[in-house]
């Protein structure tokens, strides 16, 4: 039968319960120290104290996520310095403002009387912080003129809005901090959230925010009614005859035979017209660069139902005898 030796690491049971007491010793031992230790005043620490805002809510509102604590330099008795650490059941103290949007800041001397009244009976020896920083607004409410967010549409190529945007209602208002719908300059950008618009426009559509505004700015109107013809521009191409003006016997082209050739975009509605017009490239002597012996072509005439006019080659090089 085999035989089985006891385990070298194996605790006595004796050993066990001597190691028990031991533990217990200590612990009661460290306990009393510490419950000892707490007792004893002239303890020195820094700590972030809990703080309030006190202020009218209903015509004022922070910008600005207010401070939530303010860290101070206390002294005093070991259980009074360790619940206001750990902020244990300790009171916020109160910061009362009676006119929140007339100033930015509070100073930190401005709150040291009060705040060690009411710390008491710990000690407050100091503030660490010079000043208290905030942004409190007078709630407002504003009108403003809605117009285009460029950043929230695009258009067909070719295509152009005809004269103005019309919005319905033709004015929004909105209410929130003062700061903020200033920022707004009269102006209130509205997103279509549309892209390549080819034809007339006319739909109504939601008034959004920015995420971070949300909270702050109240809009009168949740939607808008938006409104706009549009120009429709076709590409074309025409050839055209040369006209020197000014030009003296001795100057001539290096190529005479040159015919320039016009580019363009005409709205639709204009061809017809367009049909019906000469067009010249005008060559003046007397606007000639002297340098380099050139002069720039320009068109004639130059009707604005055109646009995005260009003309091949933009100069021509000049020959003297």
Known sequence: MPEHKNSSWRISSKKLSNLKVVVLCILAA???WILNALNKDNYNTIVDYPIQWEFDRENFVPVKPLPESVQI???GNGWDLLRKYFNLNEPPFSII???????SFILTSELKRPLGEFITPTQLEGLLEDTIHFQIDKIITQTLIPVLDTAGYSLAKNIEIEEEVQF????????????ILEAFNGKFPVQLN????DSRFSKKVALTLNKNLEELIQIEQPEIEVNFEIVRYLEGNKRLKVKKINFPRSVTLENEEITPMMTYLVDEKKVGELKDMEFE??????????EDSTITLSISPKPTFLKDLKIDPPLIKLKYE
């Open 30 to 32: 460290t306990t009393f």
């Open 73 to 75: 330099q206390i002294s």
């Open 97 to 103: 403002l009676a006119e929140p949007s007339s100033r």
């Open 168 to 179: 319905l209602p033709a004015k929004i208002t909105l209410k929130g901090p003062s700061s």
């Open 194 to 197: 549309e892209s390549k618009i």
């Open 281 to 290: 490239a005008i060559l003046n002597y007397s606007t000639r660069n002297r």
